[in-house]
């Protein structure tokens, strides 16, 4: 079985840290050392845009070395999202399991986080740029605001700007909090065509399973001649969840209970 999960956004344990399920997740990753053959994170494990590295590893430092140990007993595979494009970017296809895209060719197989085709966190060019997507910008003003003002600046910050037409009130809807699962995404000229047809061009081009993260909406659905499914997320209040991937069947899950939300043959 192949298991992928995405959106974890683990922080500094600062007041901007969304994840808070060390324990739960400590606990699926058990389950996964014991049940799986591969682990794909489908990128955004850690929020770097609002935290340093060396303070999230320190923050989460036993579920980091979970991570890091089960790559001597299963395959594990990591793909860049938008949150963690910096620094790992630098390290794609670099012989360490690296990648903007992961594909399996027997399973038929093609994963990639989602954000290049939101037009709020794609980078201009994936292999070179380091200019910053406007979310990027309003998430480390929110940061700001969280960690030296006040745990809810960003939601009045939100409110504050939702009114304007200028770059920042298009950036506040986007920022690490604010997801395309949500109406205000929508209403400032986000779209979800462009992540349908990217599935569809991938079924186009031999993709048997799709499977996004960035939008924190888990999903598990028949597109054309293809299946589409997105990983969720484990922050958001959300129900943490997970794709299981199997040779004749693809299954969403509950991570905590693993309890099949829904399955799709292959």
Same mark, same amino acid.
């Given at each position: 079985?192949?298991?992928?999960?995405?959106?974890?956004?683990?922080?500094?344990?600062?007041?901007?840290?969304?994840?808070?399920?060390? #324990?739960?997740?400590?606990?699926?990753? &058990?389950?996964?050392?014991?049940?799986?053959?591969?682990?794909?994170?489908?990128?955004?494990?850690?929020?770097?845009?609002? +935290?340093?590295?060396?303070?999230?590893?320190?923050?989460?430092?036993?579920?980091?070395?979970?991570?890091?140990?089960?790559?001597?007993?299963?395959?594990?595979?990591?793909? =860049?999202?938008?949150h963690d *494009?910096?620094?790992?970017?630098?390290?794609?296809?670099?012989?360490?399991?690296?990648?903007?895209? *992961?594909?399996?060719?027997?399973?038929?197989?093609?994963?990639? !986080?989602?954000?290049?085709?939101?037009?709020?966190?794609?980078?201009?060019?994936?292999?070179?740029?380091?200019?910053?997507?406007?979310?990027? #910008?309003?998430a480390l003003?929110?940061?700001?605001?969280?960690?030296?003002?006040?745990?809810?600046?960003?939601?009045?910050?939100?409110?504050?700007?939702e009114k304007?037409?200028?770059?920042?009130?298009?950036? +506040?809807?986007?920022?690490?909090?604010?997801?395309?699962?949500?109406?205000? *995404?929508?209403?400032?000229?986000?779209?979800?065509?462009?992540?349908?047809?990217?599935?569809?061009?991938?079924?186009?081009?031999?993709?048997? =399973?799709?499977?996004?993260? !960035?939008?924190?909406? %888990?999903?598990?659905?028949?597109?054309?001649?293809?299946?589409? +499914?997105? %990983?969720?997320?484990?922050?958001?209040?959300?129900?943490?969840? *997970?794709?299981? %991937?199997?040779?004749?069947?693809?299954?969403?899950? &509950?991570?905590?209970?693993?309890?099949?939300?829904?399955?799709?043959? %292959?």
């Amino acid at each position: 079985m192949k298991i992928f999960i995405s959106d974890l956004h683990l922080g500094d344990g600062s007041r901007t840290d969304d994840f808070h399920r060390d #324990r739960e997740l400590l606990k699926f990753l &058990e389950f996964v050392e014991g049940e799986a053959s591969e682990l794909i994170i489908v990128g955004d494990l850690f929020e770097l845009w609002q +935290a340093n590295m060396d303070r999230i590893l320190f923050r989460h430092n036993e579920v980091v070395s979970k991570f890091l140990s089960l790559r001597s007993k299963i395959r594990v595979r990591y793909v =860049v999202g938008n949150h963690d *494009y910096i620094p790992f970017i630098k390290f794609i296809d670099s012989g360490i399991g690296i990648s903007l895209e *992961y594909h399996d060719k027997d399973y038929g197989i093609v994963a990639e !986080h989602g954000h290049r085709y939101d037009i709020f966190n794609r980078y201009k060019n994936p292999l070179k740029s380091v200019k910053w997507p406007s979310g990027k #910008r309003f998430a480390l003003l929110a940061a700001s605001l969280e960690r030296f003002v006040n745990r809810d600046a960003d939601v009045w910050l939100e409110k504050a700007l939702e009114k304007t037409e200028d770059f920042l009130g298009h950036a +506040a809807l986007i920022k690490n909090k604010i997801t395309p699962s949500s109406q205000e *995404y929508l209403k400032k000229g986000g779209h979800f065509g462009e992540f349908n047809e990217a599935v569809k061009n991938h079924v186009n081009n031999g993709a048997k =399973v799709v499977i996004f993260g !960035h939008t924190h909406r %888990c999903q598990l659905e028949t597109i054309g001649k293809g299946i589409y +499914a997105n %990983c969720g997320t484990w922050v958001d209040n959300a129900t943490p969840t *997970y794709i299981a %991937c199997h040779s004749d069947k693809i299954e969403l899950r &509950e991570a905590l209970s693993h309890k099949i939300i829904k399955s799709l043959l %292959c």
